[in-house]
């Protein structure tokens, strides 16, 4: 596939995830607006039902209020008995001061029995007498159907009871207004009578009270999240509008509108309202700010997944390649030390036959040293092999087995002590070094180092090596004395391919020494850390768990 072909490729790829993203977000941003819409309905719903549960409250302090002041009347009838007269009534309704503190009431009366056992009751007295109230007096209430339901009503059950709506007689002027009456019974005696028939029997008559309904309802609701609409009579059973108090009957009331249905001196009333004002600007704001941000946040994730696609397949890209070009080196690698470390063995078996036969002083010489830089030459494939596998493995394999690490570590120093007859290596141990360990990866630890060590100390300093198992975990330490190291280096000190600046170490290593011993410590769970100065020397110390 052409690179062509294969960026066209990777740009569809791309824009379809982007697109299916762009998609989804979008949907949310839809669902999420719709669901701050709900929320701001539904608290608008609740200020709204709250503001509808305050005019309630308010019309049930003034109904209970006028209630209150049609028992106190009868009261006061009741005490008069036969002795009352126009004027006590006259006085005792001017005492409750009804234009000033009962705003909404046209004026109180007494409807008298006029024989017993006869249901004719015409209106005797009604204060304050006005133009209004006195075209009412004389009037037979009993004689009309509706005001005649609210009086048996009252009388059968001992209570106030209101009537359905009603024109009031009072209404002589133009500005007609619909209006209801509540009656509340008087009979003989103090007490009311326990049966029907006895309060039918004992009935003196009704102390009542007219409303005109645009006085009653004037600046009783006045709630600025909600108006009302209309208040009409229903039956016990439904909620059919019956006559209307207030509002037009010729309109149609909305569907979403608030309706409550209240029980009004035993009268069911259906109040209707609306709410006034829509949600808070702040809420309306709110609603606008998730959906903007939902489109923004969509938009921008459609953005972020289109550049991750094109970035990860050009990061697969380049890992296809850094895989191609590592399967090449190790190949290279392994075909070098292999063709290498052929005839390098060749070389060393044969010095070794060589070393062993009676040969001048000169030709000796040149035996070992054609033995001894065959083994630096397996020491540097060796290395190399192990740097291609931690590289290539992700880490130098071990193989543990129960041993000491004293006994192993011993048996390194003799070998490098036997390679370098020259200098004086001290090896000491204390405490057990028993634990599971690759004996030939710690072998190799100790060889590096010490060798290290060899190149790059003072040739006329002992070098120490000890085992300390005296804790949980064993400690290999390697010390030398000499220049140290310095402190620039001390960062990249266990990097592969870094080498010291002592002279003559280019020529020895090719640098991979220490990056090992650090893969051989962490293979084993353990570390490695180094400290160096003029006045201590150098000091390699190796951490190993005792078991994996």
Not at 35 to 52: I, P, Y
Not at 198 to 217: E, K, S, W
Not at 238 to 260: H, N, T, W
Not at 305 to 326: G, I, N, P, V
């Given at each position: 596939?052409?690179?062509?072909?294969?960026?066209?490729?990777?740009?569809?790829?791309?824009?379809?995830?982007?697109?299916?993203?762009?998609?989804?977000?979008?949907?949310?941003?839809?669902?999420?607006?719709?669901?701050?819409?709900?929320?701001?309905?539904?608290?608008?719903?609740?200020?709204?039902?709250?503001?509808?549960?305050?005019?309630?409250?308010?019309?049930?302090?003034?109904?209970?209020?006028?209630?209150?002041?049609?028992?106190?009347?009868?009261?006061?009838?009741?005490?008069?008995?036969?002795?009352?007269?126009?004027?006590?009534?006259?006085?005792?309704?001017?005492?409750?001061?009804?234009?000033?503190?009962?705003?909404?009431?046209?004026?109180?009366?007494?409807?008298?029995?006029?024989?017993?056992?006869?249901?004719?009751?015409?209106?005797?007295?009604?204060?304050?007498?006005?133009?209004?109230?006195?075209?009412?007096?004389?009037?037979?209430?009993?004689?009309?159907?509706?005001?005649?339901?609210?009086?048996?009503?009252?009388?059968?059950?001992?209570?106030?009871?209101?009537?359905?709506?009603?024109?009031?007689?009072?209404?002589?002027?133009?500005?007609?207004?619909?209006?209801?009456?509540?009656?509340?019974?008087?009979?003989?005696?103090?007490?009311?009578?326990?049966?029907?028939?006895?309060?039918?029997?004992?009935?003196?008559?009704?102390?009542?009270?007219?409303?005109?309904?645009?006085?009653?309802?004037?600046?009783?609701?006045?709630?600025?999240?909600?108006?009302?609409?209309?208040?009409?009579?229903?039956?016990?059973?439904?909620?059919?509008?019956?006559?209307f108090l207030r509002g037009d009957p010729a309109v149609p009331l909305p569907e979403a509108a608030i309706r409550r249905r209240v029980n009004v001196a035993g009268q069911p009333w259906v109040l209707v309202f609306e709410r006034s004002v829509g949600p808070p600007l702040a809420e309306r704001v709110m609603v606008l700010a998730v959906f903007v941000l939902g489109v923004l946040v969509s938009g921008l994730l459609a953005a972020l997944t289109r550049h991750q696609t094109r970035a990860r397949h050009r990061a697969e890209k380049r890992s296809s390649e850094m895989r191609q070009r590592l399967q090449f080196s190790e190949l290279l690698v392994g075909i070098v030390s292999h063709d290498l470390r052929n005839p390098l063995n060749v070389i060393q078996l044969n010095t070794a036959l060589l070393s062993q036969a009676e040969l001048p002083e000169n030709f000796a010489r040149c035996v070992r040293r054609i033995q001894a830089?065959?083994?630096?030459?397996?020491?540097?494939?060796?290395?190399?092999?192990?740097?291609?596998?931690?590289?290539?493995?992700?880490?130098?394999?071990?193989?543990?087995?129960?041993?000491?690490?004293?006994?192993?570590?011993?048996?390194?120093?003799?070998?490098?002590?036997?390679?370098?007859?020259?200098?004086?290596?001290?090896?000491?141990?204390?405490?057990?070094?028993?634990?599971?360990?690759?004996?030939?990866?710690?072998?190799?630890?100790?060889?590096?180092?010490?060798?290290?060590?060899?190149?790059?100390?003072?040739?006329?300093?002992?070098?120490?090596?000890?085992?300390?198992?005296?804790?949980?975990?064993?400690?290999?330490?390697?010390?030398?004395?000499?220049?140290?190291?310095?402190?620039?280096?001390?960062?990249?000190?266990?990097?592969?391919?870094?080498?010291?600046?002592?002279?003559?170490?280019?020529?020895?290593?090719?640098?991979?020494?220490?990056?090992?011993?650090?893969?051989?410590?962490?293979?084993?769970?353990?570390?490695?850390?180094?400290?160096?100065?003029?006045?201590?020397?150098?000091?390699?110390?190796?951490?190993?768990?005792?078991?994996?």
């Amino acid at each position: 596939m052409s690179r062509a072909a294969l960026w066209q490729r990777v740009r569809a790829a791309g824009a379809s995830r982007a697109a299916l993203v762009l998609a989804a977000c979008l949907l949310l941003t839809a669902l999420a607006t719709l669901l701050a819409v709900q929320v701001v309905r539904e608290r608008a719903d609740a200020v709204a039902q709250a503001a509808v549960d305050q005019e309630i409250a308010g019309l049930d302090r003034r109904v209970a209020a006028y209630l209150a002041l049609l028992r106190a009347t009868r009261a006061f009838v009741e005490a008069q008995g036969e002795a009352l007269n126009a004027d006590e009534f006259k006085r005792f309704v001017a005492g409750l001061r009804i234009p000033s503190d009962y705003p909404g009431i046209q004026g109180i009366g007494w409807s008298p029995r006029l024989a017993p056992g006869t249901e004719r009751y015409t209106i005797l007295f009604l204060e304050p007498l006005d133009e209004r109230n006195r075209a009412a007096l004389g009037f037979d209430m009993h004689s009309e159907p509706v005001r005649a339901a609210a009086m048996d009503r009252a009388r059968d059950l001992g209570e106030a009871a209101m009537s359905g709506v009603v024109l009031l007689k009072q209404e002589i002027l133009p500005d007609l207004s619909p209006g209801f009456l509540i009656y509340e019974p008087v009979y003989a005696g103090r007490d009311v009578p326990e049966s029907v028939s006895q309060r039918r029997a004992r009935l003196r008559g009704f102390v009542y009270a007219p409303f005109r309904g645009t006085d009653f309802f004037n600046g009783l609701f006045r709630s600025p999240e909600v108006e009302l609409l209309a208040i009409h009579t229903a039956t016990a059973e439904s909620d059919r509008p019956g006559g209307f108090l207030r509002g037009d009957p010729a309109v149609p009331l909305p569907e979403a509108a608030i309706r409550r249905r209240v029980n009004v001196a035993g009268q069911p009333w259906v109040l209707v309202f609306e709410r006034s004002v829509g949600p808070p600007l702040a809420e309306r704001v709110m609603v606008l700010a998730v959906f903007v941000l939902g489109v923004l946040v969509s938009g921008l994730l459609a953005a972020l997944t289109r550049h991750q696609t094109r970035a990860r397949h050009r990061a697969e890209k380049r890992s296809s390649e850094m895989r191609q070009r590592l399967q090449f080196s190790e190949l290279l690698v392994g075909i070098v030390s292999h063709d290498l470390r052929n005839p390098l063995n060749v070389i060393q078996l044969n010095t070794a036959l060589l070393s062993q036969a009676e040969l001048p002083e000169n030709f000796a010489r040149c035996v070992r040293r054609i033995q001894a830089s065959g083994e630096q030459s397996l020491r540097m494939i060796r290395d190399l092999l192990d740097f291609t596998q931690a590289r290539l493995a992700g880490g130098i394999p071990v193989v543990r087995a129960p041993g000491d690490v004293a006994g192993i570590v011993q048996q390194a120093v003799d070998q490098v002590r036997v390679a370098h007859p020259g200098r004086e290596v001290a090896f000491s141990a204390q405490g057990s070094g028993t634990g599971t360990w690759d004996a030939d990866r710690i072998a190799q630890v100790v060889s590096n180092l010490v060798s290290n060590a060899i190149v790059y100390g003072d040739a006329n300093a002992p070098i120490r090596v000890a085992v300390d198992g005296t804790g949980q975990r064993v400690r290999l330490s390697v010390h030398n004395l000499g220049e140290p190291i310095r402190p620039e280096l001390m960062g990249t000190l266990f990097e592969p391919l870094r080498q010291g600046s002592s002279v003559g170490a280019r020529g020895r290593n090719i640098g991979l020494g220490l990056y090992i011993v650090q893969q051989i410590a962490r293979a084993h769970g353990g570390r490695v850390h180094c400290s160096s100065s003029r006045e201590a020397g150098t000091l390699f110390t190796v951490e190993l768990p005792r078991t994996s």
